[in-house]
């Protein structure tokens, strides 16, 4: 719902004189603004109360003696006369003393008979059961495409820079990237960028954006500085994500195009799935979330379900983002038996999770990754939950030697140094991270033997490893076989480094195109 629509149905429940209505919102003054607005269409006087200053006429600035404490506010609202609105600002933390909410149940059946209104505002919603079937709740909305533009024009014009870099920036992108911010910090981080740098760059808003981030304690802000050219294979999952970008933009959402929901990625461990999380970050240019389960569970009982809760409100408020989940069948791990063995709280907090994907509307991607199947439920594997799910296999020889060159490259030497036929044979069923940390042990062996980097010592640091395509067989056939029909390889070409002649994959892999 967009802030004109809130307005509108705020103006809706006020005239209809809802007698209890509660907005969360960390934006005081922009609701405040809005009531304003809507008081003075009315011809009503509008009266916000704080616990320091207590109530205050916002037209002329006149105090109320006597109504500092809740209490008293509330008596002071049945007492006096005429057509009002009453602000009640972060009364939420009075709504756990009974007295007050029975005060509140009074007002409310005795309001509807006069021309008053109370409204309360905080940043989160506490409403007690006794008020629940009193109260009409808004969620006000953080500002939108408009709004974001009208303050960025104000930037500009009040920095008195008439040409800057960031006029020449995909201005849609720098209003996507700003999404998610309250009106004051956009404000900030578009001055703090304009001083900083004479321009208002997509980096300084994405590290407003960690700050917000780091405040929750729940999730964790991945920095990231690598793109796609980091990745060596995967074509089909690369192709796929390119197009995806296109759905965050302002064109797509003028079209009617949903959101994209995100992708789960399923596959051998060490073959780069992280890393198209990282990669995928860079470059769509959104923050990258990190949920780690084992800070939504903990000992308290109902603070999981709480700390879910807020960890998926904390992706929403810096959204457009990436939320990834790695691993994610550990996370879920015994939902099934959730009942006797934890009380059900493993199955509420999954309950929650699976709610939120089917249903969110914030431009949140989910980036899921697993290793094995056999920990999925069921439910999360249904279409609907995700767009796509990609299946990631061992590299094949082309992929072994782009994986070998990136990390050459890295360290200063080329492909074209050393036999790539050899190679590629020395690596059969090596994954992207075996590869590495055979460079990695190459080198130090060239290094104890004071010779430069050669093509012995890579082949002979290969040839002591033993792959996890080899140690692990049998477990990988049968991830292999269930991936077959179920998901859409992410690399052109099977484990033999050869082009897939399997009739299922053949299929994906053109539908993908």
């Known amino acids: 719902m967009g802030i004109k629509e809130t307005q509108e149905q705020l103006d809706v429940l006020i005239r209809a004189r809802y007698p209890l209505i509660y907005c969360t919102s960390y934006e005081e003054a922009r609701v405040e603004e809005t009531l304003k607005v809507i008081c003075q269409k009315r011809e009503a006087l509008l009266l916000v109360w704080t616990r320091t200053r207590g109530f205050i006429n916002i037209s002329n600035g006149k105090s109320f003696e006597n109504t500092l404490t809740p209490d008293k506010a509330l008596h002071f609202i049945s007492e006096h006369e005429g057509k009002v609105c009453y602000l009640l600002k972060d009364f939420h933390p009075y709504l756990k003393d ?41 969620d006000f909305p ?37 999404r998610g911010l309250t009106e004051e910090e956009v404000a900030n981080v578009f001055a703090k960028s304009l001083i900083s740098h004479h321009e208002i760059q997509v980096d300084e808003i994405l590290a407003e954006k960690k700050q917000i981030v780091q405040k929750s304690g729940i999730l964790d802000f991945i920095k990231v500085q690598k793109d796609f050219s980091a990745i060596g294979g995967l074509e089909n999952l690369k192709a796929w994500l390119e197009r995806r970008k296109a759905g965050f933009s302002a064109k797509a959402r003028d079209l009617g195009l949903p959101t994209p929901k995100g992708m789960l990625l399923i596959g051998l461990p060490g073959c780069g799935k992280s890393l198209t999380a990282v990669c995928t970050s860079a470059a769509w240019k959104m923050p990258l979330l990190r949920l780690d389960m084992g800070k939504i569970f903990s000992g308290l009982v109902g ?159 290969f040839n002591r490893t033993v792959p996890l395509s080899k140690t692990m067989g049998a477990k990988i056939a049968e991830v292999r076989e269930w991936a077959k029909d179920r998901a859409v390889q992410a690399s052109l070409s099977n484990k033999t480094g050869d082009p897939s002649n399997l009739a299922g994959e053949s299929k994906r892999v053109i539908e993908l195109r």
């Open 98 to 138: 009974p007295f007050i909410v029975r005060s509140l149940r009074d007002l409310s059946s005795s309001i509807p008979k006069t021309r008053k209104n109370i409204v309360l505002l905080s940043p989160s919603a506490t409403i007690p059961p006794e008020l629940s079937k009193e109260m009409a709740i808004i």
């Open 142 to 178: 953080l500002p939108g495409k408009e709004e974001i533009r009208a303050i960025y024009d104000g930037s500009i014009l009040s920095s008195g820079i008439k040409e800057t870099k960031g006029v020449s920036i995909n201005l849609d992108e720098l209003i996507e990237a700003a």
């Open 303 to 461: 603070s999981s379900e709480e700390n879910m809760r807020a960890a998926i409100k904390t992706a929403e408020g810096v959204a457009p983002c990436i939320l990834w989940i790695d691993e994610i069948e550990k996370g879920f791990s015994g939902q099934e038996s959730s009942g006797s063995s934890d009380g059900g709280t493993t199955s509420r907090v999954f309950g929650t999770f699976l709610t939120w994907m089917q249903e969110k509307e914030a431009p949140v991607f989910v980036l899921a990754t697993a290793n094995n199947i056999a920990g999925l439920p069921p439910e999360m594997l249904r279409k609907g939950r995700f767009d796509e799910i990609f299946f990631v296999d061992a590299p094949s020889g082309k992929e072994r030697m782009d994986i070998i060159h990136i990390h050459l490259e890295k360290r200063k030497w080329g492909i074209s140094d050393f036999d790539s036929n050899e190679l590629t044979k020395a690596t059969e069923g090596f994954t992207g991270a075996e590869l590495e940390q055979g460079i990695i042990d190459a080198q130090y062996e060239a290094l104890f033997q004071e010779e430069p980097l050669g093509l012995k010592h890579l082949v002979s640091s």
